[in-house]
Structures are given as structure tokens and as C-alpha cells.
């Protein structure tokens, strides 16, 4: 009768049969190889989560940052300055302004809103901006929106 060991040699007799000290030795490598494979898993789900959570802008913060008092400031004084405002008129503005940002932050408190309700907040400020402001202001005043526009995108080309 033919056995596998005078074929392939000793290395292929089933280590169950004589070598009791290696198969406990095997028994240790299959489990630390099976520890090793979750381990690589894990590492790869939370590299694949890290990696998907920098991509994503944050939910509640798309679009423009909303700006703070200190900048809403330095708006109206420019706008001021170029529109050539009646401190009356800079009263006017001004109120028109906080209510603007005040009506912007309610719609982000409550998730994020449709860009129609943003782009229908914007219009009724230009409009009621405008009801202030004499037709050669309007025209100045259409001139520094196109300055001041916010430029998504570019901010290193208006670095340069």
C-alpha cells in the first residue's frame, strides 16, 4: 500500500495524527491570522469613514459663512462711502441689513433652506434697499453688489 508520505514526504501526513506540538501551533497562527484579517478590516472601514467625512462640507453650513456684526460694519460703511448715504439713509440701510441676517439665521436654525427661499430673502432686500436709495444710488448700489459679490471658489485667485 502507497501513503502519501512515500509520495510527498513527511511535511503532508495530517498534523493531527503525530505532531501534537504543531498543530496547537497551528491552531495559534489560524487565530492571530483571523485577528490580523479583522484588524485590517477595521482600519480600512474607519480610514474609508475618515476619508468620506473630510469630503462632505458640513450640512447645516453650505454657501456663504454669514457675517458678524463687526463685518456687517465695515458693509455699510464702504456701502456708505461708494452710495454717498444721508445718515438717514444709513439709518434705513442698516435696519434693512439686520433684518436681513436675522430672517438668513431663523432659515438656518431650521435646517438647511431651499436656495429659492435665500435667493427670495436677497431679492426683498435689494428691493427694499432700493426704495431707499435715489436712481443714481441704485445704479452705485448695483455696481457694489457686483464688487462685493461673494466669490465661492476663488478665494486664493483673490489673493493674487
Do not use: C, W
Amino acid at each position: 500500500m502507497l501513503l502519501i508520505e512515500d509520495i510527498f514526504g513527511p511535511a503532508f501526513i495530517p498534523l493531527h495524527l503525530n505532531q501534537h506540538k504543531n498543530s496547537i501551533h497551528l491552531q495559534t497562527h489560524i487565530k492571530t491570522m483571523s485577528i490580523l484579517k479583522s484588524t485590517f478590516a477595521f482600519a480600512m472601514l474607519a480610514i474609508f469613514s475618515v476619508g468620506l467625512a473630510i469630503a462632505q462640507p458640513p450640512a447645516d453650513r453650505q454657501g456663504p459663512p454669514m457675517p458678524d456684526a463687526a463685518q456687517i460694519e465695515a458693509m455699510m460703511t464702504k456701502m456708505s462711502q461708494e452710495l454717498s448715504l444721508s445718515s438717514d439713509q444709513q439709518q434705513q440701510v442698516q435696519q434693512l441689513f439686520d433684518q436681513h441676517f436675522k430672517a438668513v439665521e431663523e432659515k438656518m436654525a431650521n435646517g438647511r433652506p431651499e436656495r429659492s427661499e435665500m435667493k427670495q430673502l436677497k431679492d426683498e432686500l435689494d428691493q427694499q434697499v432700493n426704495a431707499v436709495l435715489s436712481e443714481e444710488q441704485q445704479a452705485l448700489y448695483e455696481k457694489y453688489k457686483k464688487e462685493n459679490r461673494p466669490q465661492r471658489g476663488r478665494k486664493e485667485r483673490r489673493e493674487k
